[in-house]
C-alpha cells in the first residue's frame, strides 16, 4: 500500500493572473537547516531531494522568492548532483533545474519568480505537427501502470524522458501516457518517498509497468523529545507522539481532554462537562504516588498549562512515557512528561486563516426520577416495610390524580431536572491566525476564542487567546525566537456551586413546588430550591489572566555546535468572586417561608502568581565516519512565587450590588499568605549510533530543590537506553520489501518527585484570633511537627520495547515496563496526646507493572485512502509497603492491594427469609428479607468495620482508543472511539440509593424486592435503615465501556472554485460528540464519571458545524 507522505506546510496566497495557472494558488516554501552548498558538503546528505526543498535553498542563497502550486510540485523530486558549478547565474541553474520537469519560470520583479508548467504543444488539428523545446520529433506512445511494491497504484508519480522536457503525471490509479520520439532514450519515474527508478524506452512503445521502491530515508520522522529533536528511528526511549489533527477534531474546551484515547499507556478520565471545569485528569503509566499524580507539561520547553493553549496554536504534542527519554528533566519527571509544540510561521509572505465551529451540548445521561404519584406510592411502601405508617393517605394521592393537574399549587409534580436545566448549552470557537514576515523576520500571530454556555443557567466558560510566535534572523549564526501569550479565562456558575444545584435537584421529590402560580419562589425542600440557586442565587466568578514570555537567543558558531540561552517569564492571576444571596421563597398562598441561607455572603480572593525559567543548552553534532555522537549540556534555574488575599463580608443590604462595601462590617475578615520554592538543575545527554544501527543514549540531571532541608536539597537521575535496528542488518535484506522497520529497544532510569509542597520540612505557625471575654485576641499555634530528614520520592523505571513496520504500510510499537516508586511521602499518625499534626515521612513503595501496543495501517484503493490506528494499554498497581495505620474511608491505599482501592463489605445478595435472617450474623438495624446480606469475615457473628475488605479499584485497565479517517476525493470522515476494558464503578448515598436521607427514587428503583420478586436489581424500600446504605459490593458495577468520542464529516470544496473568490482553500464540517456508549453501569449517570455519590455536572453530547479556510 501506498505509505503517506510527509506533509509539506503551506504558505503565502499567490495572486497572478498571466494566464498560464489559476489565480491565487498556494506557495510551497519548506524552510532547510542548510542551504545547497552545505547539503552537498555532508557525505551522508543523500543528493536527492524534493524540488521544494531545492528552491527553499536558493531562496536563502539569492535572497529571492518562489511562487508556485504546493500540487504541481508535491510529487518531483530532483538530483542536486546536477547543479554542480551551476548555482552562481540563477537563471542558467533554474532552466536546468526545471526542464526535466517540463516546468519552467517567469519574473515578476527583480527578485520574485513563479514556476509554471511548460505550454503544451498545440494539437495536431490546430497547427501541424512541429517539434518539442528539446528537438525531438513525437511519434510514439507509451502506457501503464505505477505502482509500490504492494501493488497499489501510485498517484502523482513524475514520468519524464530523460534529458528533455517530456513528460507525464500519474493519475489516481497510477496509469499513464507519454507520447516518445522514435529514437529511443530512457524513462525517469520519481515519486517522493520512493527511489527513482530509469527504464530504457521499449523499442516498439506500447505498455510499460513499473514497480517503485520506498526510499525510507526520504520518510525519516523527527520526534521532539527533551531539550531537542531525534529521528524517529534513532529513537531508544519510550515517546509516542499525537498530532495537530488528532488534537483539532474534536470540539473541545480544554485540549487535555483532547489526549483521551490516543496514545497508548496515557489514561485521561473527563469527570465533568461543566463550562470551565471539563477538563481531562492525565495520568501516564498509572499512578505512583499518594501525592501530586499529574505530568510535567511543557509548552515549548516551558512550564505551563496544556489548557491554556488552544489545540489549533499546536504542531505536535510528545509524550515522554519511560524513565530514559524522561529523565533529562530530573525530579519533575516522575509522572510522565508532556511536550507541547506550538505552530511558527512559515514562508515570506502574508496568509491569513480561519477555523470556526458553532454547536450545543446536551446531558449523555441523566437518571429519570419518579413523579409525584410514584413518589407517594413508594414512600408509603419504604414507610410500612419499616413498621410505620404510611406518610401520603389515599385521598392525597387521589387529589394529586384528579386535581393536580388544574391546580399544581396544592398537589405540585414539578420535574426538577427540566426546570433546572434550562441553559443554551451553545457552544462556540474561532481562531484566526495572521502568518507573514520576511527573510529576516517571520511571525505567526493568533488569535482564538472559545465559549461554552453551560446546560443551567449562571454557567459559563469563555477564553481569550492572543499569540505571537517571531522567529528573527540576525545573521547566518545568530537568530532569535520570541514568543509571547496572552490568556484570559472567564468561569461563572451558581453562587451555590454547580454540584449543590445538581444535588438538590435530583433529590428533591416531584411533589414539593419549585415555582408558585404568582411567580414567587417554593419551598422546595425545606427552602432549598435549586431552580432559584441556579437563576438568582448569586454567583462564582473566576477570571484568570495570564503572559508568558519565551525569548531564546541562537548562536551557531560552527555548523557542528549550537549554544541557546532562554528566559521565560510569567505572571498569572486568579481573582474569585464568591457571592452566595440569599433566596426568599414563599407557600402557595403568598406567606414567607424560608430564607436560604439566611444571610448574603461575599468572599473575594487575589492570588497573583510569578514564574521564571531561566536555561542555557550547548549542542554538539558530528559524525566520523559511520559513527553519529551528539552531546548536550545544559543548566536552568526556575523559581516560583505568589500571594494571596481575600476578604469576606456578609448581610448585604443591596444584593443587587454584590460589592464588599455594601455588606455588614460586623463580621468582616480578611486573609492573606503566599509561598516560593526554586529549582537550579545541571543536565546532560549524549547519543551515539553506528550507522543508524547500534544506538545508545545516556542521560543525566542534578537538581537542587528549596523544598528540602539542608543535605536532602539535592538528587541525581540518571537513565541509560540502547536500541537495535535488525532491520539494518545485511542478513535481513532479503525481507527488506516486508519488513521494512525492525527495531528493539531497553531503557532503565531513575526519576523524581518534588510535588510534595512547599515546606514539608518545616514547622508551622498558624496566626490567628480568639475572643476573649470581649475582646478579640491575636493568637499563635504550633500544629504540626516537623521532619527535617524528608528527602525525594524516587521512580525507577525499566522499559522494553519493539518498533516493526511491515510491507509500507503496517506499523506496531509494543512496551512491556516495570515501574518502583519509593520513599513515597506520607503522613503517619501520632498519638493524640501529642496535640500536633503529624509529619510526611518517606514510608511507602508502589509497583506499576505494564504493557503497551500501538497499531496503524493506511491504504488506499484509487481516490479513497484510509488509516485505521488502534492502541491499547495495561498497568497492574500495587502498593507494595505502607506503614503506618490503616486508615479507613471509601477509598484506601493498602499493601498487595492497588492505590485508592474501594473499601466496603462483601455482599452476598438478599436474605429471603426470617429463617435466613436469624441463621446470619448480627448487622445493621432492623433486617427483614429483601435486605442486602454481608459476608463475616472473621466469622464473629458480628457484621461491622472489621469485615470490610478491598472491593473494588478506582485505577482503570485495558484503556484503549481506535481511529479510523478516510477521504475521497473532497470528503472526509473521522470516527474515534475510545473506552476502557476493565473497570469498577461504584455509586452510592443519594446517585443511587434509594430515599438516602429522605430523598426521592428513580424510575429504576421501582426494580425493588418484594416477596414476589426475589430477583430484582435492588433491595426491598426501607426509610430510613441504615443497613443497606454500607459501602458493600452491592453497589459496585462493571464500568468497562466503549464509546464513541468523536464523529466528523467534511467536505473540502475544489480549489479551482474557491480561487475564484480570493480564498486559498475552504472546508465545511459537521462534528458529534460523545454520541453513544455501549455500557453495563447504572442508568442514568456516565460510565466515565464512575466512582461518587452522582451529584456532578454531567458529560456532555456536543453537536456541531464548521468551516476551515485559508487566504
Known amino acids: 500500500m501506498l505509505k503517506p507522505l510527509r506533509k509539506l506546510p503551506l504558505l503565502m496566497l499567490v495572486i497572478w493572473s498571466a494566464g498560464l495557472m489559476p489565480p491565487a494558488r498556494a506557495q510551497v516554501l519548506t ?71 517540463q516546468l519552467t519560470f517567469e519574473k515578476i520583479s527583480a527578485n520574485d519568480y513563479i514556476i509554471v508548467p511548460v505550454r503544451p504543444q498545440p494539437k495536431p488539428a490546430e497547427k501541424p505537427l512541429s517539434k518539442p523545446s528539446s528537438g525531438i520529433l513525437v511519434d510514439k506512445v507509451i502506457s501503464g501502470k505505477v505502482t509500490s ?91 509516542a507522539t499525537v498530532s495537530s489533527e488528532a488534537l483539532t477534531s474534536r470540539p473541545i474546551g480544554q485540549t487535555s481532554a483532547a489526549l483521551q484515547g490516543v496514545a497508548p499507556g496515557v489514561t485521561v478520565t473527563q469527570s465533568s462537562g461543566r463550562p470551565g471545569g471539563d477538563a481531562g485528569t492525565i495520568r501516564i503509566r498509572g499512578i505512583g504516588t499518594l501525592s501530586d499524580s499529574n505530568p510535567l507539561v511543557l509548552i515549548d520547553g516551558i512550564e505551563g498549562s496544556i489548557n491554556n493553549i488552544d489545540p489549533n496554536l499546536i504542531e505536535s504534542i510528545s509524550v515522554l512515557k519511560d524513565a530514559a527519554s524522561a529523565s533529562i528533566y530530573g525530579s519533575r519527571a516522575a509522572n510522565g512528561v508532556i511536550l507541547v509544540t506550538t505552530k511558527r510561521a512559515k514562508g515570506n509572505q502574508l496568509s491569513i486563516g480561519y477555523n470556526g465551529y458553532g454547536g450545543f451540548q446536551t446531558p449523555t445521561n441523566m437518571p429519570d426520577m419518579v413523579n409525584a404519584i410514584d413518589h407517594m406510592l413508594l414512600t408509603n411502601e419504604a414507610y410500612v416495610n419499616v413498621g410505620r405508617a404510611a406518610l401520603y393517605s389515599d385521598a392525597l394521592i387521589d387529589k394529586y390524580r384528579t386535581e393536580g393537574p388544574a391546580n399544581r399549587d396544592l398537589y405540585p409534580d414539578t420535574d426538577w431536572q427540566k426546570e433546572v436545566i434550562t441553559g443554551s448549552g451553545a457552544m462556540q470557537s474561532h481562531f484566526i491566525s495572521l502568518n507573514g514576515g520576511g527573510e529576516k523576520i517571520r511571525f505567526l500571530t493568533s488569535l482564538g476564542y472559545f465559549d ?247 542521560n543525566g540531571r542534578y537538581d537542587g530543590s528549596s523544598r528540602f532541608a539542608t543535605g536532602n536539597k539535592y538528587g541525581f537521575f540518571p537513565s541509560v537506553s540502547a536500541g537495535w535496528r535488525i532491520s539494518e542488518e545485511a542478513f535481513m535484506e532479503p525481507l527488506k520489501n516486508v519488513v521494512n522497520e525492525l527495531k528493539f529497544r531497553g531503557s532503565w532510569g531513575r526519576l523524581g518527585n518534588q510535588n510534595i509542597g512547599n515546606y514539608p520540612f518545616t514547622s508551622f505557625i498558624n496566626l490567628g484570633s480568639y475572643t476573649l471575654g470581649k475582646q478579640i485576641v491575636n493568637t499563635a499555634a504550633l500544629n504540626t511537627l516537623a521532619n527535617s530528614d524528608i528527602s525525594w520520592e524516587t521512580t525507577e523505571m525499566t522499559d522494553f520495547g519493539i518498533d516493526l513496520t511491515l510491507l509500507d504500510n503496517l506499523s506496531f510499537t509494543g512496551d512491556y515496563y516495570f515501574r518502583q516508586t519509593r520513599d513515597i511521602l506520607y503522613t503517619l499518625d501520632v498519638p493524640l496526646i501529642i496535640g500536633l499534626a503529624a509529619p510526611s515521612q518517606n514510608v511507602g513503595v508502589v509497583n506499576n507493572t505494564g504493557w503497551e501496543m500501538g497499531l496503524t495501517y493506511r491504504g488506499a484503493v484509487k481516490d479513497f485512502n484510509y488509516d485505521v490506528s488502534f492502541n491499547l494499554s495495561d498497568v497492574i498497581n500495587e502498593v507494595v509497603d505502607l506503614r503506618g495505620v490503616n486508615r479507613t474511608g471509601l477509598t484506601v491505599s493498602r499493601e498487595g492491594n492497588p492505590i485508592n482501592s474501594i473499601f466496603g463489605l462483601e455482599a452476598e445478595g438478599f436474605f429471603q427469609s426470617e429463617d435466613e435472617v436469624a441463621a446470619h450474623a448480627k448487622q445493621f438495624g432492623t433486617i427483614k428479607p429483601g435486605d442486602i446480606k454481608y459476608k463475616d469475615q472473621n466469622n464473629d457473628g458480628i457484621i461491622n468495620d472489621n469485615d470490610n475488605v478491598i472491593i473494588g479499584s478506582t485505577i482503570p485497565r485495558l484503556t484503549f482508543g481506535t481511529t479510523i479517517n478516510a477521504t475521497y476525493k473532497g470528503f472526509n470522515l473521522n470516527v474515534f472511539f475510545q473506552g476502557v476494558g476493565k473497570s469498577d464503578g461504584f455509586l452510592w448515598q443519594q446517585g443511587i440509593m434509594p430515599f438516602f436521607l429522605g430523598g426521592t427514587v428513580q424510575e429504576q428503583h421501582k426494580d425493588h424486592w418484594t416477596p414476589a420478586t426475589p430477583n430484582a436489581t435492588f433491595p426491598r424500600l426501607a426509610f430510613s435503615e441504615a443497613n443497606n446504605e454500607k459501602v458493600s459490593r452491592f453497589w459496585l458495577k462493571d464500568a468497562s465501556y466503549l464509546r464513541l468520542k468523536n464523529l466528523q464529516l467534511g467536505y473540502k470544496l475544489p480549489t479551482s472554485l474557491v480561487q475564484r473568490v480570493g480564498m486559498k482553500n475552504l472546508r465545511l464540517y459537521v462534528n458529534g460528540q460523545n454520541l453513544f456508549t455501549l455500557d453495563k453501569f447504572w442508568k442514568g449517570y456516565d460510565v466515565e464519571t464512575p466512582v461518587g455519590i452522582g451529584n456532578g455536572y454531567p458529560q456532555v453530547k456536543v453537536y456541531s458545524f464548521g468551516v476551515d479556510v485559508n487566504f
Open 31 to 101: 524552510a532547510l537547516n542548510r542551504g545547497l552548498t552545505k547539503q552537498r558538503s555532508t557525505g551522508k546528505e543523500s543528493s536527492r531531494q524534493s524540488l521544494a526543498k531545492i528552491l527553499t535553498a536558493f531562496e536563502k542563497q539569492h535572497n529571492i522568492t518562489f511562487n508556485y502550486d504546493s500540487e504541481l510540485l508535491l510529487p518531483i523530486v530532483s538530483d542536486l548532483k546536477a547543479l554542480e558549478g551551476q548555482t552562481k547565474n540563477i537563471d542558467e541553474s533554474l532552466t536546468k533545474l526545471l526542464a526535466p520537469h
Open 149 to 239: 511494491a504492494k501493488g497499489e497504484g501510485l498517484p502523482g508519480v513524475t514520468v519524464l524522458l530523460k534529458g528533455t522536457s517530456v513528460g507525464a503525471t500519474t493519475g489516481s490509479g497510477g496509469d499513464y501516457t507519454l507520447s516518445v520520439p522514435d529514437a529511443g532514450g530512457t524513462l525517469i519515474f520519481s515519486f517522493i518517498g520512493f527511489a527513482t527508478k530509469e527504464v530504457a524506452v521499449p523499442p516498439a512503445g506500447g505498455t510499460l509497468n513499473i514497480t517503485l521502491e520506498e526510499d525510507a530515508k526520504a520518510l525519516e520522522e523527527v520526534v521532539v523529545v527533551g531539550f531537542g529533536t531525534q529521528k524517529k528511528v534513532n529513537l531508544t526511549g519510550a515517546v
Open 452 to 698: 461554552q454556555q453551560g446546560l443551567i443557567e449562571s454557567s459559563n466558560f469563555k477564553r481569550f487567546t492572543l499569540r505571537n510566535n517571531a522567529d528573527i534572523l540576525f545573521s547566518d549564526k545568530f537568530n532569535m525566537k520570541f514568543d509571547l501569550q496572552l490568556v484570559s479565562a472567564h468561569t461563572t456558575e451558581p453562587g451555590r456551586g454547580t454540584s449543590d444545584v445538581f444535588h438538590w435537584m435530583n433529590r428533591i421529590p416531584a411533589n414539593q413546588l419549585g415555582i408558585n402560580s404568582d411567580g414567587t419562589w417554593g419551598e422546595g425542600w425545606n427552602g432549598d430550591n435549586p431552580i432559584a440557586f441556579s437563576r438568582i442565587g448569586g454567583e462564582r466568578k473566576n477570571n484568570s489572566p495570564s503572559a508568558q514570555l519565551n525569548v531564546s537567543l541562537n548562536y551557531t558558531p560552527a555548523e557542528w555546535l549550537q549554544l541557546e540561552l532562554t528566559a521565560a517569564p510569567r505572571f498569572a492571576q486568579s481573582n474569585n468572586s464568591d457571592f452566595n444571596r440569599s433566596v426568599q421563597t414563599y407557600k402557595p398562598n403568598g406567606a414567607v417561608s424560608f430564607l436560604v441561607p439566611a444571610r448574603s455572603t461575599l468572599t473575594e480572593e487575589r492570588n497573583q502568581a510569578f514564574y521564571n525559567n531561566f536555561r542555557g543548552t550547548l549542542t554538539a553534532t558530528k559524525t566520523l565516519g559511520g559513527h553519529g555522537l551528539k552531546l548536550l549540556l545544559g543548566a536552568s534555574r526556575e523559581d516560583y512565587r505568589n500571594n494571596i488575599v481575600s476578604a469576606f463580608r456578609d448581610n448585604f443590604i443591596l444584593p443587587d450590588y454584590p460589592v464588599l462595601n455594601t455588606g455588614s462590617a460586623n463580621n468582616q475578615q480578611a486573609r492573606g499568605g503566599g509561598a516560593e520554592w526554586a529549582l537550579q538543575s545541571f543536565f546532560g545527554r549524549i547519543n551515539y549510533d553506528y550507522n543508524q544501527k547500534y544506538l545508545l543514549e545516556v
